[in-house]
């Protein structure tokens, strides 16, 4: 479907949980646009009870993104009492400073209680900002936080100018200040896919 898709100009995102070996995802990226990570935790403990996974495959898959160069962005659920802890965010946070860059969005997803975990309440606002400013100290200059409809911390900021570059309530974008790839106030450039020319066939 993306190779298909990409013959007609249009892109392809992946949204993955990070668990593909690395000869399939190098050729899937080949036809792909952008890639979405949902990055459970920064434990492994997390990983083994949680999702009866690991976490050392998920960091692979994130280096491998880099190196093949493709545009992709991360995903945080944020969970009360299961990954909520402040150290482990920095942990996070000083390993994606060393191992991918400070381009790369990363969203801090509210949690609310449904299907298998229902006995936990949702996420409160306070964590998320606390995971925001970890995020913008540690290194990233795109940190967002979702399921916040109407948040200033929904929005995406010039890392220049701090003006608002794209304002967001829920999935609906209200306003959209990037022009040809740079922000319109002060022009600096901000990473991403904006145009069809991005899109090689």
């Not at 050392?56 to 991360?74: D, N, S, Y």
């Not at 390993?95 to 299907?115: E, G, Q």
């Not at 298998?116 to 967002?144: D, H, Y």
Request: glycine share 6%.
């Amino acid at each position: 479907m993306a190779k298909t898709a990409r013959t007609s100009g249009i892109g392809s995102v992946m949204i993955s949980n990070g668990f593909i070996n690395e000869i399939p995802l190098r050729e899937l990226c080949k036809q792909l646009t952008a890639v979405r990570i949902d990055l459970k935790s920064f434990s492994n403990t997390f990983y083994r009870n949680i999702c009866s996974g690991e976490l050392a495959p998920v960091l692979a898959t994130l280096q491998r993104l880099k190196e093949i160069g493709i545009w992709f962005e991360i995903i945080v659920l944020i969970i009360p009492t299961l990954n909520d802890n402040p150290e482990e965010l920095k942990r996070m946070c000083t390993w994606v400073k060393a191992n991918l860059d400070s381009d790369v969005p990363i969203h801090f997803t509210r949690f609310h209680p449904m299907y298998q975990i229902q006995n936990l309440p949702s996420t409160p606002v306070k964590t998320l900002e606390m995971a925001r400013e970890t995020a913008f100290c540690g290194w990233s200059s795109f940190p967002l936080y979702r399921n916040v409809p109407g948040h200033e911390g929904d929005n995406t900021y010039c890392p220049s100018c701090k003006k608002v570059l794209i304002q967001r309530m829920g999935f609906a974008i209200l306003g959209n200040s990037i022009e040809k790839g740079s922000c319109k106030f002060c022009h600096q450039p901000i990473p991403g896919v904006w145009s069809k020319e991005q899109i090689p066939l």
